[in-house]
Structures are given as structure tokens and as C-alpha cells.
């Protein structure tokens, strides 16, 4: 007599985990597939219809303004601007130049005041220095007349060999002639460089004069701001 095979159901825990692993996978498919299509940034905008547009890119309708690049959580990462045409991106180009040459001046301006107050922390320290630069040329000068007068010595001895000729030059030999006008000549570059001397004590009277000015008011806001720094707080209001 055959022997009839009888099937036997598989054990319940084998059938129990083949379903669980199947399951896990086949549920893991959806997620890994949505992940990859669900976009990381978000453009939104309205255009001059006044519709809002979400896209996933760059949104064509809102060229011409600006666009919201959000991220998955709806945080605003960035902004884009307008698509411009050639001659609105070279406007704009130069006023971006003209604002990165005025914040470089500004910051040069402060770098100046810094060193100036600085460099003069007092009104007595810059007359000082004042009295200083003053003192330089007036040396300088004071060679510039020294020599003057020696010259008025030598052209004094000079004189009393003319008396020879009757105090006329155009009677005297070449040599004294060269003479006399090598002295006069030297007494004119002397007196002009005494001149351009006391232009430049001018100048300098001018610069001090204008420093001065504006360290009065850099030292009056210094000022100013120790006081509100050393100020007591008020009292707080009473209930």
C-alpha cells in the first residue's frame, strides 16, 4: 500500500519573521523612492498676476521679480533676485562699485580719526607738535638770513674797493664786477628761499588749524561716550 505524503504547514514563527522581513522590504521601497523624488529646495513667488507659484526650480513666470528659495521645512534659505537685462546688471555693477569705493573711503576715514586722536589725545599735545613743526622751519630759515648778513659783509667790503673807482661797478675790473653780481645773485635765492619758507609755516598753520577743528569734535564724542559708559543706571520705577 503507497505511502501518502501529507504536507505539514510550516511553523508558525518561520511564517510569522518571512512576513515581517518581506514586509520590510517591500515598505522600505515607497520611503527610499520618495526621499529621492521630494526636492531638498523649494522657489516660490508671485507673479505680476498676483498668483503664488511653487516649483522645484527656478520659477520662469517670476524672472522679472524676486523668488523665495525655501527648504524642506519651509525656512527661507536665500533669495533671487530679478533677471536683468545687460544694461540694468551694468548699473547695477557700478553702483555696487560706487558703494564698495564709499565704504572703503568711510572705513579709511575712521582708520584716520582713530590714529588722529591717537596721535593727539589732548589739545596741548597738538599745539605742541604744532609749535614743533613751526620751530623746524623757522631754523631753517634762520640759516637762510645768517647767511644773508654774511653777504651783506662781504658786498660792504667789496664796497670799500669800489671807492676806487668812484662807487661805479662799470668801472671796476671784471673780477670785482663777477663778484658783485655773484653776491647779489646769492642774496636773491636767499631771500626767496626765506619766502617759500614762510609759505610753508602758512601751510602748516592751515593743517593745524583744520586738525584741530575736527579733533574738537572727535574729542567731544569720546567724551560724550565715557560719560554714558560711567553713567549710573537709572532707578528703576517704583510700582
Not at 517591500?26 to 523649494?42: C, H, N, R, T
Not at 517670476?62 to 525655501?70: F, M, P, S
Request: proline content about 6%.
Amino acid at each position: 500500500m503507497p505511502l501518502l505524503s501529507i504536507a505539514r504547514p510550516w511553523p508558525a514563527r518561520f511564517v510569522c519573521s518571512s512576513v515581517v522581513v518581506l514586509g520590510s522590504v517591500l515598505g522600505a521601497v515607497p520611503v527610499s523612492a520618495q526621499e529621492a523624488k521630494s526636492p531638498k529646495e523649494v522657489y516660490t513667488c508671485v507673479d505680476r498676476a498676483g498668483r503664488r507659484i511653487t516649483a522645484d526650480r527656478p520659477i520662469a513666470e517670476c524672472t522679472d521679480r524676486e523668488q523665495r528659495v525655501l527648504d524642506t521645512t519651509g525656512t527661507e534659505r536665500r533669495r533671487i533676485g530679478p533677471t536683468l537685462t545687460d544694461h540694468e546688471r551694468a548699473a547695477l555693477e557700478e553702483r555696487r562699485r560706487r558703494e564698495a569705493l564709499e565704504r572703503a573711503r568711510a572705513a579709511e576715514e575712521r582708520r584716520r580719526e582713530r590714529a588722529l586722536t591717537a596721535r593727539y589725545p589732548d589739545e596741548a599735545a597738538h599745539q605742541a607738535e604744532r609749535a614743533q613743526a613751526l620751530a623746524q622751519v623757522d631754523q631753517v630759515s634762520a640759516v637762510a638770513r645768517q647767511r644773508i648778513i654774511d653777504l651783506g659783509a662781504s658786498r660792504q667790503r667789496l664796497n670799500t674797493e669800489l671807492e676806487f673807482y668812484q662807487g661805479d661797478v662799470a668801472k671796476a675790473p671784471p673780477k670785482l664786477q663777477r663778484q658783485f653780481a655773484d653776491i647779489d645773485q646769492e642774496l636773491r635765492e636767499q631771500q626767496r628761499f626765506i619766502d617759500m619758507q614762510e609759505q610753508e609755516k602758512r601751510r602748516i598753520e592751515q593743517r593745524f588749524d583744520a586738525e584741530l577743528a575736527q579733533l574738537r569734535q572727535l574729542w567731544a564724542a569720546q567724551r560724550a561716550a565715557s560719560e554714558r559708559w560711567a553713567a549710573p543706571p537709572a532707578p528703576a520705577a517704583k510700582p
